[in-house]
């Protein structure tokens, strides 16, 4: 049986009543979103798969962390004690215990399919079918790790995504590879140095825009300055502009131009990265490729560039993709533009769940 996530029975409607909002997903997104439905008068479950709260934080190794400072991230009147995962995971739980919320958490419930009738949303679940107004999909833009397909004959190299990297101490002198070009990949570049690799060869198709710096990641991802910038009165354009031209000054500051993108910046498509100070202090150190993982021979790693070399470990910092595959194939495939969804369902993340009291107002 479904359970809230102190082992509480919370109420359920009858399968024949309609709630004004069903939340997929029990993560920082559907806690948030809850909250805000609640506040604004609102019937609303949130139906989690697992079974506790926490969503991609309860799973995540204990060295993850937030891209931004602690007192930046603190969400309502709930200060974070740290930006690693047991803090983030430690602060969703407040939100639920503070706000009562458990009542309206259900725990072991996956959706297995979601679909609307063209009046309302039903959602068939291992209990039974929910029925709800409007649907809030908080399942996240990143639950699914990604991990590209390649040749592998009797590899002996360990492989880990950047989700699954819980014993990053086993990198002690040890010869890693590092595939993929942004946050993921610089963050297992600065494991890489901080649990002291051996070898460190850094494989990228492309390259995201960050920040270089010597400060901790949670002091250079303070968005206060950028914040700054918006109220300006700065056009999109003319923000991007300068950035950008920080930026550079920095890439050539630290001495990392090599890995500077060839793309503009561009407020609209490129997330504002904090520096991984040890891998930019210990850049020189580490062979680059512009290039992807082609096979993998026993414990030979080929790359499509032709460059071949021995490796314990390859570490994929190459992100996530987004599983909406509980929507009903005929009537709202996930393949299709999420926009196309719009009127029915707002498709939430942990960066905008603070309006989605205003979303459901308007949807």
């Known amino acids: 049986m479904a359970r809230g996530p102190q082992g509480k029975e919370p109420k359920l409607k009858g399968m024949s009543e309609t709630y004004d909002v069903a939340i997929v997903g029990g993560g920082i997104a559907g806690v948030v979103a809850l909250a805000a439905a609640r506040r604004a008068g609102l019937e609303a479950i949130v139906l989690e ?19 931004i400072s602690a007192l930046d991230w603190t969400l309502g009147e709930f200060p974070i004690d740290g930006t690693t995962q047991p803090h983030i995971l430690a602060n969703i739980e407040a939100w639920v215990e503070q706000f009562d919320l458990a009542g309206g958490i259900w725990v072991d419930t996956p959706v297995e399919c979601a679909r609307h009738t063209g009046t309302m949303w039903e ?26 397909a390649l040749e ?41 140095f901080e649990h002291g ?13 960050f920040m270089p710096t010597s400060k901790p990641k949670y002091v250079a991802g303070s968005v206060r300055g ?19 031209t920080d930026l550079r000054s920095r890439y050539a500051k ?8 060839t793309h503009p910046f561009d407020l609209e498509h490129d997330q504002l990265i904090p520096g991984r100070a040890a891998m930019v202090a210990g850049f020189d150190s580490i062979d680059c490729h512009q290039a992807t993982v082609q096979s993998i021979a ?24 987004v599983d909406l595959s509980y929507f009903d194939a005929e ?20 960066a905008w769940t603070p309006l989605i009291s205003t979303s459901l107002a308007s949807a």
């Open 197 to 209: 690799a051996r070898n460190i060869t850094w494989a990228y198709r492309g390259l995201r825009w």
């Open 49 to 67: 798969r697992q079974d506790r709260i926490g969503g991609l934080w309860r799973d995540l190794p204990a060295w993850q962390d937030i891209q």
């Open 152 to 192: 592998r004959t009797s590899s002996t190299v360990r492989e880990f995504h950047s989700s699954a990297l819980h014993g990053p101490q086993e990198l002690v002198g040890r010869d890693v590879l590092v595939v993929g070009g942004g946050a993921s990949a610089f963050d297992l570049l600065d494991l890489c």
């Open 298 to 321: 026993n414990g030979t790693i080929t790359l499509s560039d032709g460059h071949r070399f021995d490796a314990d470990f390859l570490l994929w910092g190459t992100g996530y993709s």
């Open 331 to 350: 009537r709202s495939r996930a393949s299709r533009p999420l926009t196309r969804l719009r009127r029915a369902v707002v498709v939430s993340s942990a």
């Open 226 to 244: 950028f914040a700054q910038l918006q109220n300006s009165g700065l056009t999109t354009a003319e923000q991007s502009t300068a950035i950008e």
């Open 123 to 148: 959602l068939d679940t291992p209990r039974g079918t929910v029925h709800s107004r409007h649907l809030i999909a908080a399942t996240g833009a990143h639950n699914t790790p990604v991990i590209p």
């Open 254 to 261: 630290y001495g990392v131009e090599e890995i500077m993108p």
